[in-house]
Each structure stands twice: as C-alpha cells, then as structure tokens.
C-alpha cells in the first residue's frame, strides 16, 4: 500500500500522500520480518519528503534508520553493499541541500570502501564506479575542487572499462562519462570536453533503438549537449538540431505521460535559446505555450512545481526584453513571487528562488526605472546571501547583489553603493585562488567595476588597477576557452579608456588588435559579433578613422536585422560615426545618412520608449548643430514629446510617474523643441512643443477627466465606458508602493497587473473615439489656434532660456509672437535664479563665497548688466540691497522687453498678464521686477503695466470661467502652532479680517475651536467654494510629492490633495494659501509644477494665490 502511495505522489507531487505513506511504512516497523528492509523504505520515503519540503528533521532521520539498517546488516552479510548505498545517496542528499562538509566526505569514502569491497570486473563494481563518480561530482559542483570533477570523469572511463559495447549497460555508461564531461565543460570551458560529450551521446543514442523505453532519455541528452556545444561553436545548426532532437524525443511520450512535462520544459528552453540567435518571434512565443503546457503536468501542490513557474518566467522575461510586452514582465515576477511563496522558510531552494526574483525585479528597473523594484532587488539578494549554506552559491548570489547595487548607483550616485560593489568582487576574489576555474569571471568582474568608479571618480589608479586585473583574467583562460573572447575584450574596452584620458597611441593600437583577435574567434555565427564589430568601430573613431568605423558599424548592422532589440543602439552608434564623417569632410551625404539612422533608431519600435526616447533627443541636439538640419531636429524633437506620455503612462502610480519624469529632463527637451521652431520663425509651433512637452505630470491625470459632452452625445455607451475606465485609473494612481511583507508585494504586483489592463483598454477606448470623424483629434496635443483662446483674459507671456539667448513668446487670441531677450544668455539665466534662491533661502548668505563659487565671467557679467558704475559685491551691502538689484536685472531683460513689445502704458487700471515661465526660470520673481532708484522706491515696474499672474501651461486657462456657485461657501483652516514650527500669530489676525467680511453661516473655520486635521480640512474642502490656509507650508524639492500644508496631526500633501480633484467638485473657485513655498517648484521637474499652488489648480480651483519662497 505505501508503495503505491510513493507512486502516486511520483505522479501527482502531493505531500499529503507522502505523509500517509511514511505513516504506512511506520506502522510496518513494528513487525520483527525483514526489519532492515523496513528501515530502508521508511528512511527513504523520508529522504523523498525531505527532497520536496525541506525538513531537516526527516533527513535526519533519514540517516539515522540508515546506519541502523547497516549495523543489522554487519560485516559479510549478503545485502551490506546495499545497505551502505543507500546510507551515502542520503548523506549526499543532505549535503546538497545543507552543506555540512563532513557528509559529503563520509559518502566518497564510504564509495570507495564499497569499490575496494567488489571485484573486477564484477556488475556491483561497476554501479559503485558510477556511484562514486555522481558524489565527487556532487562535491565539485558545491565546493569547486578540480581534482573532484577530475577523479570523477576518471572513475566513469574505468566504468567504461569494466564491460563490453555489447552489454546491457553500455549505453548508460557512455551517457553518464558524457553528462561528466559536459558539465565540466560548463565550468573550464574546454572545447575538448563537450566535443566528446557530444559523440559519447551520439553513440549512446545510436544504441538505443526506436522503441527502447530509455530512447527518450538519450535523444534528450543528446541534445542537451549540442545545444552546450553552441556555446564555443556559434553555429546555429547546433541548437537546430537540438531543437529537433527535443521533438523528436517529445513524440515518443504520450499527453497522458507524466514525463512528457519535463520534455515540454527542455524543448521550450532550446527555442528560447533559438530565439537570442535568429530573433524569431515564433521560436519564444512556442517557448512560452510549452512552458504552460508543461505547468499542467505539475498543478499545485505538486513538488516539482516552483521549476517549471521559473523556466516559464524567464521565457516571459526574454519575450518581454526583445519584444517589450509589459504584460510578460510583471507575470514573470508574479510567477517568481509565487515560487517565494512555495519556497518558505525552512525550504532548501528559498535562497535561489529569492536570487531569481531579485534577478526578474533587476530586469524591470533597469527598463522601467522604479527605485522600489531596485531596492527590493538589493533586499533580496543579501536574504538569499543569509540564507545560503554553500560558500560558492553564497559567491553566485554575491554577484547578483552586486550587480543590484551597481544598477542603483548608475541611477542614483551613491558612492556608498559603488564602495560595497567592489567589497563583494574582491571577497569573490579571494575565494577563487589558481587554478580555480572561475577566477577569470572574478577578476573580469572586479576589473570592469573599478573601470566603473574611475568613470565617475577620475581616479587614475582605478582604471590602473583594472587592466592589470584584465590582463590576469585574459591569461587564465586557455586559448580555446569560450571565456578568453569576452576577457580581450573586457581588456580591450578598459585600455581605450586609458587612451581617451592620456592619449597614448600604443593603448589604442592595442586595443585595436585585441578587438581584431576577438573578431577571430566570434565568427559571423557568433551572437556578439555584433557588439565586437561596434566596438572595434569606436577604436577606429577614436583614431579618426570614421570611414573605417563606418564600414564596421553597418556590417554589425547586417548581424542584427530587424526586430532584433540590439538594433536601435547599433543604429545610433553609426549616426553619431555619420555625424562626425560630416564634420570632417563636409559631404552632405553623411549629414543625411546620419540623420536617416537617428530616425530610424528613435523609431524602431522594438525597442523600449526610454531607449528610443534617448535616441530621439541624441538625434535632435545633432540636428541642432546644422542649419541644413533644422527641419530634421524639429522631428527628433516631436518623436521624443510625443514619446513622453508613454514615459509616464497612467498605468503607474503617482509617485512613479514623477520619478520617471525626474529622470529625462523633460525641460530641456521643452525649451530645445521650442528654440528649434523660433530659429524657422515658427512661433506658434514652438508653444505647441512647449505646451506638449511641459506638466506632463498634470496632463496626464487631467486626461483622465476630460469634458464627455460631445461623445455623450454622439455615442453615449462609448462615453460610459471610457468614464468608467478613467474612473478606475486615476483611483489606482493613488495606490501605495509602500512594502512590508510579501503579502503586500504579492498584492501590489496584482493591482500593477490590474492596471496596466486598464490603461491598455483605456488607450483602445481612446483610439475609438478618434475613429469617429467629429472627434478625430480627441485628446491630442492642442495645436496653436486653440491654444490662442488661452489668452482671451489678456496675453500670456511664455518665457524659454536658449542655448545663446532666451527669447519670449507672446501669445494673444490672434497671434503668437517672438521677441529676443539678448541680455538673458543661458549662464546669465542659471546665475540669476541661484542667486534669487539662495537670497530667498531664510539661511545664511555670503555673497563673496557666492561670487567666488560662480567665478569672475560672472562677477562680470553682474555688475555690467546692472549698473556698470557701482560695485554691487561690495561686502557691506544688505541681502535686500542685493535682492534690489536682482529685481532691476529681471526689469532690464525679460520684462521691459515684453512690456515694450506689447506697447503697454502705465496705468492705475492695469490689465491682466500671464507669465509661464520654463525651467528653472519657475524661480524668478517676474511680477516683482523693477528698478530701484530714489531711496528704495521702485520707479519703473511690472506693477505699473499689468496685473501678473502665473500658469503652468496654456491648457489651465483654456476652460472657459465657471459660471458663479449657486451657494457660496468658504473654508478657513488657521493652524498658528503646528508641532515642530514657529507659532504663526498673522494667522488669527487673518482670520478675524474674514470673519469681519464673510457671513458666518458661509464660512466654515477648522483649527479654531478644534484641532485642524487633516480629515476635518479636506471634509470642509468638498463642500467650498473659497479656502483659505493660514498655516506653514513646507515643499519638498527632492521629493516633491512629500510637500504639503503643515496641520496638527501632519501634512495635507500634493497626493491627498489629487484625491479632491478626482471627487469632481464643481463649486470651487479660488484658493488663498497664505503659506510659505506654496508656489515654489522642485529641482527634479520644474516644468511639471509640483507644489501646492499647482495642485490646487489640478483638483478644480480657477484661482490660487500662494507664495515663491
């Protein structure tokens, strides 16, 4: 009976009926008949249990009932051989999984007791040769000893010898010298190895009839080792034909054969292997269909399970790298959380299932760019690390980490990070002394990170350090090694950056040829060589041999057609050769090629929007440079705006939507789209890149609350639908990425699936109603002569640094004008706005420390703009003397400008002006401008010509004025003594101005009688129509969505105050937020207006009043 239930659980992977059988083989231990026998069943059906769950306590035991079954079975007993079998397969099964040395070195030497104890050439002796041989390879794969895997391969050639081709046996014997070999090959790399592993299995198979049971396995080993094979032959009919082979051996099991699961699973590897050399998006869509065929054969709780969830999410990852599907990496990770979940703790396997977690999270930071994706990764890695009981798994997963951290620091800088990164290679090191086979990769590794830190550190003795390592790791690979290419090139690529900091000639000769040996053994077969190609290219640039690169550069090309993802940054690299081919020989021929690869590159659609997003803006500010070009840099520039909604897609959640943002420099691209269309006289088209480019954040979320009047009245179900969708998404957006335990993750991973579906659906929805002819442009980017209507409550004044000068663009209802600032270059503007920062800091300011960090030129430039007759560093003039003469410099170029370009008089009714200010321009006080003369009066300023007001983007003042509220509500929040702030006393002063002026049956007070919390504000902030904040405000420059109003119980921050947007409140009108930084921007995204003033707008209120500093 208990054999029976071992059987099903072979077949089913239940423990439950694991657990019955060893109940079962309990019970027969109390009969006194065949008692050994007993305890041998009983220690191995707990052996197989402990295989599956991971309990020491059953291996434990296991062993015990072993030794005991070997003491019954004493010095010449017939069975002993046996007995001492199975004592080693549990001593070596409780070494894999828990490391104790002491197990694995009892095991081999009971082996070669058992060996000494058969004769030759006696069957027994030739199982114990084979046996002995599986445990030094067990010990060799966990502790990396040579001799080990040597001894091993040994022991299989003596098993060889022992019997005849002619024997039952013979063909399982080759294949296990075969399977030796062919790992030691993954190891050592020696070509010789797998060559013979290879036509060891070959034989093998050719004795093994059609219609043998063992046909199937050989076929399958076979293959498995020509698809190793590839690795040093490049010869894509190698993993054909084990494609092939996997079929053929597939064929032969039936679809009710519980071993055709583990066929499904190697064949849809082989195709996803096929698919990295011919990019065929068949061979890894089949890949993917296999690996779920064969997730049926093992449904939960079957044991061997959490294997094939793995092998189906790396397919997924592959498909998502190569061909972009969001969709596939975020089940990968789901998958892999769900072999976390399998995998608890004690269970052997958590430590790497955490590893490919970590590994699939590492992925989709490295493309999506989320910080929670990174650090989780990190967090991961080192549980794993803890976990880890073998010291060479401990090295694997070493590098796993260190590879995290190192993607961190290239997004973040810490050099914190970069300093652990190199910790964890040199300890990698020192556990890899000669002739360990894996030093080389260690000494790779450490060399390619110090490369690294010199990268961002400048330090010579870094880069040093690192090519002597190379030069190590180069000479501890044989010749015929598969590693040796990859190492001159790793050497390679360190050498010519020594060449491009100290111009020495014999380093880039050198590196020239180690690339032309790299190419020598990468034939065109060969996967990388492309990359060789590409880089021996940039050795020839570097020389200034571009038609040479050139050539090199488009024969890398022919190695990677289309749809293949390495394309676009070949594509790009030959542009840049092109581009400086013009230069030099200035034939208009390479200007256009070049122009035509950068299209291409930032159009292929293979590739991620942020890569095709940094191709565009690479393609425009070549463009730029050529005035021929200027009609071509205006494309680059449209592909990359038009790229940025993709970039912060509605799928995400706020948070992750302004990192996104923070990362690109959206502003720049904004001011340099418009710079391009103002140099083609095209000023209305530079307002629609401005306008494009620029509160993309904001954009975005209004876009989920777009006005549904006329599709409701063309199409009602369709204006439903898309309500509903928009509903759902911007509820999502508000989400939290906050982690604590895997039970978050788990969910947070659900809802990021949820709505990644939503927005797919959403942008079909959209797509639909641009299908109907009445509402063909529906939310696309505004063109000029709308955004003209913008201006029908009185001209609005868009202010854009340039690269030389800055210039404005004056948009009225029926014209857009631009006027030149000549005085506002693009140092002067950074000057100007440090300077206003710093004065407006509240900390302690030394001009002449200013003055000396900026340098003369602007000491100069300063002084001359102002008043070139006064010294306005002197030392002794107040922080208002000097903030004066910030105010004149912004009257003299940028606002006497506009002002006499609109031909505006002074007037005590002055008319209403709107300023929309670029980048870090957001900082200065434009409305504020004027010049000082007469004893601190202002006697010519913007006051004097217009009412100032400020707008983030033309689109804010679109919307027609609301029509007045039938009932008028007012809100006032007082909060004079915050906890951790200075008592406010103008906040009583405030509100009794207001009570004096607003009937009390309108006005609701919060904080007056009662504590202002953050409920009780935004309950009263529904219902108003006026709010008015007498309370500190704090924004957050780095992390501007923390930024918010200061109450008694905490922050009402940009995030809360979103959700107010979302409940559509039709009542409110103006907002007065009598609070500090109310209307001061982030250093991350200045053109996304992220603080409170800019909120307000967002969540409804026609006007906000709030403060700059």
């Not at 780095?1038 to 119980?1049: K, T």
Request: net charge negative; hydrophobic share 40%; with cysteine.
């Amino acid at each position: 009976m208990a054999l029976e239930l071992e059987d099903r659980f072979e077949e089913r992977g239940q423990i439950r009926i694991l657990d019955e059988a060893i109940t079962l083989r309990r019970k027969a231990l109390q009969s006194a008949s065949h008692y050994a026998r007993n305890l041998h069943s009983l220690a191995t059906t707990l052996q197989t249990r402990f295989e599956a769950v991971g309990d020491r306590k059953d291996i434990d035991e296991a062993v015990d009932l072993h030794r005991q079954a070997l003491s019954i079975r004493a010095g010449a007993h017939h069975k002993r051989d046996i007995s001492l079998l199975n004592l080693v397969d549990a001593l070596s099964s409780r070494f894999e999984r828990l490391g104790n040395r002491k197990d694995i070195d009892e095991a081999i030497e009971l082996f070669r007791n058992l060996v000494d104890m058969q004769p030759t050439p006696h069957l027994n002796r030739l199982r114990c040769l084979n046996n002995l041989a599986v445990a030094l390879q067990t010990r060799f794969n966990n502790l990396g000893d040579a001799k080990d895997m040597a001894e091993a391969i040994q022991m299989l050639r003596d098993a060889l010898a022992i019997h005849s081709p002619t024997d039952s046996h013979w063909a399982d014997s080759l294949s296990n010298l075969a399977t030796a070999l062919k790992t030691r090959f993954g190891l050592s790399g020696d070509v010789d190895d797998i060559e013979e592993a290879v036509v060891l299995h070959r034989e093998a198979l050719s004795i093994t009839p059609i219609g043998h049971h063992h046909r199937g396995i050989a076929l399958n080993a076979l293959a498995s080792s020509i698809l190793a094979h590839f690795r040093i032959s490049g010869d894509t009919t190698d993993i054909d034909e084990s494609v092939k082979l996997y079929r053929e051996g597939l064929g032969l099991y039936s679809t009710d054969n519980p071993e055709r699961g583990s066929v499904l699973d190697d064949l849809a590897n082989a195709l996803r292997r096929r698919y990295f050399e011919g990019n065929n998006p068949r061979d890894i869509n089949e890949s993917v269909d296999l690996h779920r065929q064969c997730l049926a054969f093992y449904p939960a709780p079957h044991t061997r399970r959490s294997g094939r969830l793995h092998n189906l999410a790396l397919a997924l990852q592959t498909r998502y790298e190569n061909l972009g599907d969001s969709h596939d990496m975020f089940e990968a990770i789901e998958l892999h959380r769900e072999v976390v979940l399998l995998h608890a703790v004690p269970h052997p396997d958590r430590p790497k299932s955490l590893t490919n977690l970590a590994y699939a999270l590492k992925t989709r930071y490295d493309e999506m760019g989320d910080r929670e994706d990174i650090d989780e990764s990190i967090r991961l890695h080192r549980e794993s690390i803890q976990l880890e009981l073998f010291e060479k798994v401990q090295a694997s997963s070493s590098d796993g980490l260190a590879n995290a951290i190192l993607s961190r620091f290239e997004q973040w800088r810490d050099p914190q990070d970069i300093v652990e990164v190199i910790q964890i290679y040199r300890k990698s090191l020192a556990h890899c002394p000669p002739p360990n086979p894996e030093r080389g990769g260690c000494l790779n590794r450490l060399a390619n990170i110090l490369c690294t830190r010199f990268d961002h550190g400048g330090d010579i003795r870094d880069l040093e350090e690192a090519i002597n390592l190379h030069r190590q790791a180069v000479a501890a690979y044989s010749l015929s090694h598969t590693n040796r290419g990859s190492a001159l090139n790793d050497l390679a690529v360190a050498l010519r950056r020594r060449f491009l900091k100290l111009h020495n000639f014999e380093d880039i000769k050198e590196v020239i040829e180690l690339h032309r040996a790299v190419l020598a053994v990468r034939p065109a077969s060969h996967p990388n060589r492309a990359m060789s190609l590409s880089n021996l290219a940039n050795a020839f640039f570097d020389l200034h041999d571009i038609e040479e690169a050139i050539l090199l550069h488009r024969e890398a090309l022919e190695l990677r057609p289309p749809p293949h993802v390495d394309r676009a940054r070949w594509l790009h690299s030959l542009a840049q050769c092109l581009s400086s081919a013009y230069i030099h020989q200035k034939d208009e021929r390479y200007l256009q090629q070049s122009m035509a690869a950068f299209k291409e590159a930032a159009i292929y659609s293979s590739a991620p929007p942020m890569t095709r997003f940094h191709h565009a803006t690479s393609w425009a500010n070549i463009a730029t440079r050529h005035p021929q070009t200027q009609t071509s840099a205006l494309e680059a520039y449209r592909i990359a705006i038009d790229i940025l909604p993709q970039l912060a897609a509605l799928n995400l959640d706020i948070r992750s939507r302004h990192q996104i943002l923070a990362t690109i420099a959206s502003s720049t691209i904004a001011a340099g789209a418009a710079n391009c269309a103002i140099t083609l006289r095209n000023p209305g088209l530079a307002v629609e890149f401005l306008e494009a480019s620029r509160s993309v954040f904001w954009t975005q979320a209004l876009r989920l609350r777009n006005p549904l009047d006329n599709l409701r009245a063309i199409n009602p179900k369709l204006a439903s639908e898309f309500s509903k969708l928009s509903q759902d998404l911007e509820q999502a957006s508000f989400r939290s990425n906050k982690l604590s335990n895997a039970g978050d993750v788990a969910m947070l991973e659900a809802e990021g699936v949820r709505c990644r579906r939503l927005n797919e659906q959403w942008a079909k929805i959209v797509e639909s109603i641009r299908s109907i002819k009445e509402l063909k442009d529906w939310m696309r980017p505004k063109g000029i002569d709308m955004l003209q209507t913008a201006a029908r409550m009185g001209p609005i004044v868009i202010i854009s640094p340039g690269d030389s000068v800055a210039h404005a663009l004056i948009v009225k209802t029926n014209e857009t004008q631009s006027v030149p600032l000549p005085l506002l270059t693009r140092k002067r503007a950074t000057y100007l706005v440090d300077l206003t920062r710093m004065l407006t800091s509240g900390s302690d300011f030394d001009f002449k420390e200013f003055r000396a960090s900026r340098g003369d030129s602007d000491l100069e430039l300063h002084r001359d703009r102002l008043d070139g007759t006064k010294e306005i560093l002197d030392p002794t003039r107040t922080r208002e003397d000097i903030f004066l003469d910030v105010l004149g410099a912004l009257w003299n170029e940028i606002a006497r400008p506009v002002i006499s370009a609109l031909e505006l008089k002074k007037s005590t009714n002055p008319h209403r002006l709107w300023w929309c200010l670029i980048g870090s321009l957001i900082f200065l006080p434009i409305h504020a401008a004027g010049i000082n003369f007469n004893n601190g009066h202002l006697e010519d300023c913007v006051s004097n010509y217009v009412i100032s007001s400020y707008t983030p983007n033309l689109t804010m003042l679109l919307n027609p004025p609301d029509e007045p509220p039938e009932s008028f509500k007012m809100i006032t929040v007082i909060v004079p003594d915050a906890p951790s702030n200075c008592y406010l006393a103008g906040a009583l002063t405030e509100l009794a101005e207001i009570k004096r002026r607003v009937r009390e049956e309108w006005h609701t007070v919060v904080g007056e009688t009662s504590k202002a919390t953050v409920e009780a504000t935004m309950i009263g902030l529904e219902n108003c129509s006026i709010a008015h904040f007498a309370c500190h405000g704090v924004q957050d420059t780095v992390h501007p969505l923390n930024s918010g109003l200061v109450l008694s119980d905490g922050r009402l921050g940009i995030a809360e105050l979103m959700r107010l947007a979302s409940a559509g409140h039709s009542n409110l009108s103006l907002a007065f937020l009598s609070a500090c930084e109310t209307a001061k921007g982030d250093n991350s995204t200045p053109d996304e207006a992220m603080h409170l003033g800019g909120v307000m707008l967002f969540a409804g209120f026609r006007s906000v009043v709030g403060t700059m500093w």
